[in-house]
């Protein structure tokens, strides 16, 4: 009878492992928002300094190696393509089961341009690389309203992924954490585009964000606070518009409310300082490309170390990872 009690466990430890693998390979990946998160969870334990939450406006031009080598910054970008607040906010909640960010940067981007409640055409970015939690079903349920338990459950498209598996579906084993510890969540674009530079110092009326934005940021506003967490407002550069100048101005009244800095740097006055060029520093009308965001991530790095307090970690044991990070292409 022991025996068979024997033989039976290790059927199911055999069993369980081979779904495990089965789920490493078959798990949808991108680096538009699915792997941010997914790669949070091999993150050395509690030595995230300063976590961004937001768009692709973030982890499309702000480069981590870059603050490393300059900061000695340990950052991470949990971002994901059009992230609404509601999606920070559990990132964030998600984020301190295994860290102590001492500065979280939230990208305000989204909520100055989308107006919808539900926002599910980028929802599988932002939620996917979640692992399955009462936090996901929250964030499933803020998110979308239809195909729930697809959202939540994740597996149920791997059906339809296995004629296009590729060499990378096959490097999310255990085996290969440490390779996967050195990406920070930046994701590059080496497209380029010629665009014209917009002047919105004509906009001085204010909209405000969506009830919903506005409640979500105040969880965040909240929840930094109870944690003793810093808290940064930031926008990067991109072709804005009038509505969304207006929808800054009103969240400039907010942070200064709630004591935060917002940083937006769409002005042509900041255009000027960071040497931006619009002729050769974009990738499309909404990210700079590589060589742009070399740019804007030494102006931002720049403007956080002057406004905010976060440690040198270069030659600190632990941190080994930051010093020689890993890029994956936006194309």
């Given at each position: 009878?022991?025996?068979?009690?024997?033989r039976?466990g290790?059927?199911?430890?055999?069993?369980?492992l081979?779904?495990?693998?089965l789920?490493?390979?078959?798990?949808?990946?991108?680096?538009?928002g699915?792997d941010q998160?997914?790669y949070?969870y091999?993150?050395?334990?509690?030595?995230?300094?300063?976590?961004?939450?937001?768009?692709?406006?973030?982890?499309c031009?702000?480069n981590t190696?870059?603050?490393?080598?300059?900061?000695?910054?340990?950052?991470?970008?949990?971002?994901g393509?059009e992230?609404?607040?509601?999606?920070?906010?559990y990132n964030?909640?998600e984020?301190?089961?295994?860290?102590?960010?001492?500065l979280?940067?939230?990208?305000?981007?989204c909520?100055?341009?989308?107006?919808?409640?539900?926002q599910?055409?980028?929802?599988?970015?932002?939620l996917d690389?979640?692992?399955?939690?009462?936090?996901?079903l929250?964030?499933?349920?803020?998110?979308?309203?239809?195909?729930?338990?697809?959202?939540f459950?994740?597996?149920t498209?791997?059906?339809s992924?296995?004629?296009?598996?590729?060499?990378?579906?096959?490097?999310?084993?255990?085996?290969?954490?440490?390779t996967q510890?050195?990406?920070?969540?930046?994701?590059p674009?080496?497209?380029?585009?010629?665009?014209?530079?917009?002047?919105?110092?004509?906009?001085?009326?204010?909209q405000e964000?969506?009830?919903?934005?506005?409640?979500?940021?105040?969880k965040?506003?909240?929840?930094?606070?109870?944690?003793?967490?810093?808290?940064a407002?930031?926008?990067?550069?991109?072709?804005?518009e009038?509505r969304?100048?207006?929808?800054y101005?009103s969240?400039?009244?907010?942070?200064?409310?709630?004591?935060?800095?917002f940083?937006?740097?769409?002005?042509?006055?900041?255009?000027?300082?960071?040497?931006?060029?619009?002729s050769?520093?974009?990738?499309?009308?909404?990210?700079?490309?590589?060589?742009?965001?070399?740019?804007?991530?030494?102006?931002?790095g720049?403007w956080?170390?002057?406004?905010?307090?976060?440690?040198d970690?270069?030659?600190q044991k632990?941190?080994?990872?930051?010093?020689n990070?890993?890029?994956k292409?936006?194309?």
């Open positions: 009878m022991r025996k068979k009690w024997i039976g290790i059927f199911l430890c055999l069993v369980l081979l779904l495990s693998n789920n490493r390979i078959l798990c949808v990946k991108s680096p538009h699915v998160t997914r949070l091999v993150q050395p334990k509690n030595k995230i300094d300063v976590l961004f939450l937001g768009s692709s406006h973030v982890h031009n702000v190696q870059l603050l490393w080598d300059e900061y000695g910054m340990a950052a991470y970008l949990m971002t393509a992230q609404p607040l509601w999606n920070s906010y964030l909640k984020a301190l089961k295994t860290q102590k960010p001492k979280v940067v939230l990208d305000m981007f909520p100055s341009r989308f107006y919808d409640d539900f599910p055409g980028w929802a599988d970015e932002n690389g979640m692992r399955i939690s009462l936090n996901k929250e964030a499933v349920y803020t998110s979308v309203q239809e195909e729930q338990s697809h959202f459950l994740g597996f498209e791997y059906h992924r296995y004629d296009q598996l590729t060499a990378e579906d096959f490097q999310n084993f255990v085996w290969n954490r440490k510890e050195r990406w920070k969540g930046y994701t674009l080496n497209r380029h585009a010629e665009l014209t530079e917009p002047d919105m110092s004509h906009v001085t009326t204010s964000m969506t009830e919903k934005s506005k409640e979500y940021f105040e965040i506003v909240e929840l930094t606070k109870k944690e003793g967490i810093t808290l407002l930031i926008s990067g550069p991109y072709l804005l009038e969304d100048q207006e929808v101005n969240i400039g009244q907010l942070a200064e409310k709630d004591g935060l800095l940083w937006n740097t769409n002005t042509p006055a900041r255009y000027r300082e960071m040497g931006l060029d619009f050769t520093d974009y990738a499309d009308h909404a990210h700079l490309n590589e060589a742009g965001g070399a740019k804007y991530t030494a102006y931002l720049k956080l170390s002057q406004n905010y307090s976060f440690p970690r270069r030659g632990g941190y080994e990872s930051w010093e990070q890993l890029m292409s936006g194309e």
